[in-house]
């Protein structure tokens, strides 16, 4: 298993552009969730799916835009980038039969000038 | 609300010391689970240990060991013998819930711990 991907690794956005982050998990997770990590600060909950087709928002999600088309797929959309959206993006997942540990994906280093 | 508090934000120690690192949780949950992860300076998250609400006996894996205490709600990291290699962000977690919800994980604002040579 390849486990949680992330693409793309590095991104450098100008004010107003869009862009998609992309993740996709080969576990069969039925959970998966965006989080972002600010220059020395812990993780903030962005979106999360209980599953294809079922999203919610979570701690900041002001800014984004998810779908679940899929069980594998969870797709995190910048509409209009800003600089206070600067920031490593990881996603994560987790299935529902275990003990609640989320396996995470490697990030993506966003910046926005 | 939940809530996960690292009030320490760095730390630095010489290498072979003992060091802790600290956390305390807020939760009105009686079901929950504590996490703590790594993440060193290449920047990925590794996932070192989940303890469950209802689980306090403390655990040793090598160098590492974790002191639950409901009582005090924290969930303490002690790193033994500390070496270079240790130098990383520590995140301590919260998620509360059982397995059959959505259990979102809560992250506290981490811990940069630096071992000097």
């Known amino acids: 298993n390849a486990g949680v991907t992330q693409t793309p690794k590095f991104r450098i956005l100008k004010i107003g552009q869009s862009m998609t982050l992309q993740c996709t998990q080969d576990m069969n997770h039925n959970y998966m969730y965006w989080y972002r990590q600010d220059p020395g600060m812990g993780l903030k909950l962005i979106y999360y799916s209980v599953g294809a087709g079922i999203t919610d928002k979570g701690e900041v999600p002001n800014g984004y835009n998810v779908s679940r088309s899929t069980t594998e797929d969870f797709p995190l959309r910048l509409e209009l980038a800003a600089p206070s959206q600067t920031s490593v993006y990881f996603c994560?997942?987790?299935?529902?039969?275990?003990?609640?540990?989320?396996?995470f994906g490697p990030g993506t280093r966003l910046t926005v000038l | 609300a939940q809530k996960v508090t690292q009030a320490q934000t760095e730390i630095s120690v010489v290498e072979k010391e003992d060091v802790t690192l600290d956390c305390v949780y807020e939760t009105r949950d009686t079901t929950y689970y504590l996490f703590w992860y790594k993440q060193p300076p290449s920047g990925e998250l590794v996932f070192l240990i989940r303890?469950?609400?209802?689980?306090?006996q403390n655990e040793i894996s090598g160098r590492y060991s974790w002191n639950f205490q409901k009582s005090t709600s924290s969930f303490n990291f002690t790193i033994t013998a500390s070496q270079v290699v240790d130098s990383a962000v520590y995140f301590c977690?919260?998620?509360?819930?059982?397995?059959?919800?959505?259990?979102?994980?809560?992250f506290g604002s981490g811990t940069r711990l630096s071992i000097r040579p």
């Open positions: 303890r469950n609400s209802f689980d306090e």
């Open positions: 977690a919260l998620s509360e819930g059982t397995y059959s919800s959505a259990s979102k994980i809560i």
């Open positions: 994560a997942s987790r299935y529902t039969g275990t003990d609640n540990e989320q396996f």
